[in-house]
C-alpha cells in the first residue's frame, strides 16, 4: 500500500511543506500552517468567506435536529428565503409549542 495520496503539497505559493493530514470530520488542510493557510486565503478569501457563512449555518441547523424532518426542511426554506434569524425565530415559536403540548394539562388517556 503507498501513502502517496496522504502527501499533499501547501497550497502556498512558494511553500514546499507538506500539509498536515486531515482531521476526523473535517475537510483535508490545504495547507501546512496557519501563516500559509492566511497568506494562501488571500486569493481564495471567497471560498473561506463562504465556509465560514457554511458553519454559521449549520449551527442553526444542529439545534433544529429535535424537530421533525418535515419541520426541519420547512425551517430551512425559510432560512434560505427569509435568512436563518427569521428560521430561528420560527423554531423557537415550534418549541413553545412543543414544550406546551407536552406539559400534562390535557387529560391523560387510560393506557
Ligand atoms: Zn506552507
Partial sequence: MTTETAT?????RGCTNPVPPAKPGHRPPLT????CRKAASRTHLRDEERR???A????????W????????????RVAAVGGVALAEHLAEAIRRE???????AAPQKGS
Fill in 8 to 12: 499533499r503539497m501547501c497550497k502556498n
Fill in 32 to 35: 501546512c500552517s496557519d501563516a
Fill in 98 to 104: 412543543r414544550e406546551r403540548s407536552m406539559e400534562p
Fill in 65 to 76: 435536529q429535535v424537530f421533525q424532518p418535515t419541520t426541519r426542511s420547512c425551517l430551512e
Fill in 56 to 63: 454559521a449555518r449549520q449551527q442553526p441547523l444542529a439545534r
Fill in 52 to 54: 465560514q457563512e457554511e
